[in-house]
């Protein structure tokens, strides 16, 4: 209600007879000290038009004074320490209520807008900052389990091929002893071959 501008319209009951064009004064009088009428007219004349409860006031107002973990009471100081860190002139206090001008309402919500912005702004930050470091953790744990996968499948194949080996050698043992067949078919002592060649 304190950013629209409402209209609200009372009823005023001009006698107690229910009958046209007669005005009794005491009536109308009452009526219009009951419903702060007068009160709402002498502030307008002052210059107040917003008058907000000191509770509705500081719970929408209090991040302009206070950290966004504090609770400050609803009550005249809080008023008084968002107002003066606001840096706004020209406002009265009342018993319940703050009564402030038409642009003390503007700058008060400029400066509102301002603090959610770097709020909303540190926050991206920070959620970015996260998310980053989020997936980096995902990345190097998905490296690790890659490696491990990896590792266990070289074990398996490795192990295959050892097991396939002994049943079925592909190579036997390499040494100067070792037999070789020549061209007509005879065995030949391998290392003899060699030094023959030379």
């Not at 038009?49 to 929408?60: A, G, N, Q, T, Y």
């Amino acid at each position: 209600m304190v950013v629209g501008q409402p209209h609200f319209v009372r009823c005023i009951k001009p006698n107690d007879d229910r009958k046209a064009l007669q005005f009794s004064q005491d009536r109308v009088l009452a009526q219009l000290r009951s419903t702060g009428i007068l009160e709402t007219v002498s502030i307008r004349r002052q210059g107040y038009s917003h008058r907000i409860l000191f509770e509705d006031f500081v719970k929408r107002y209090y991040y302009l004074a206070f950290r966004a973990h504090q609770t400050p009471p609803a009550n005249k100081e809080s008023c008084v320490a968002i107002l003066e860190k606001s840096r706004l002139d020209h406002w009265v206090l009342g018993k319940t209520k703050v009564f402030l001008k038409y642009y003390h309402v503007e700058q008060l919500n400029l400066l509102l807008r301002e603090v959610i912005g770097r709020v909303v702004m540190l926050q991206a930050y920070t959620k970015g900052w996260l998310g980053a470091r989020r997936y980096k953790r995902a990345r190097q744990k998905r490296e690790k389990a890659a490696i491990a996968i990896q590792s266990v499948l070289w074990k398996l194949l490795f192990a295959t091929i050892l097991h396939q080996s002994a049943h079925y050698p592909l190579l036997g043992p390499v040494n100067n002893t070792d037999v070789i067949r020549s061209d007509d078919g005879s065995s030949v002592n391998s290392y003899d071959h060699f030094s023959d060649a030379l």
